[in-house]
């Protein structure tokens, strides 16, 4: 047999409870609680603590850094389509790709120095990936 905890908020009585006054029992709403203290409104301000006002979630910093990289990352493409459509073909242009699709590299380049730009290309992705192995064991 499965319980199912359906009754509403002993403060509000609109919204449906999803936890627990750990002063006074209160099942209470997510905007009646506050989960620093694990206390509802009421008893928050009988202790004399300021009600707790509902608020957007913080971006922590590996949210941050996540949205920064793909912020890069698009600047960059956006950097190599505009100096394609702005330089001249004279034969001389080299161009260098490596796509990872899971574990797979998939490396190619073109041009006089399409082997070079390959190999730093592939350089630069084993130092990222290096480096990703390295805060993730520093995290783990």
């Known amino acids: 047999m499965i319980w199912v905890w359906t009754s509403f908020c002993e403060v509000c009585g609109s919204r449906k ?18 989960p620093k203290t694990w206390l509802c ?26 949205a920064l990289s793909f912020l890069l990352i698009f600047a960059g493409f956006a950097l190599i389509f505009l100096s394609a459509l702005l330089t001249i073909p004279s034969g001389e242009t080299s161009f260098g790709f ?10 190619f380049g073109g041009g006089p120095h399409g082997l070079e730009l390959v190999a ?15 805060i993730l064991r520093k995290w783990f």
């Open 41 to 66: 409104k009421i008893c928050a301000q009988a202790k004399g603590w300021e009600p707790i006002e509902p608020r957007a979630p913080q971006m922590d910093v590996v949210t941050k850094l996540f």
């Open 120 to 134: 730093v290309g592939i350089a630069i992705a084993i130092a990222v990936i290096l480096a990703m192995f390295l």
């Open 17 to 34: 409870s999803k936890y627990v006054c750990s002063r006074c029992g209160r099942r209470v709403c997510e905007q009646c609680f506050d």
């Open 98 to 107: 490596v796509f990872f699709i899971g574990p797979i590299p998939i490396a």
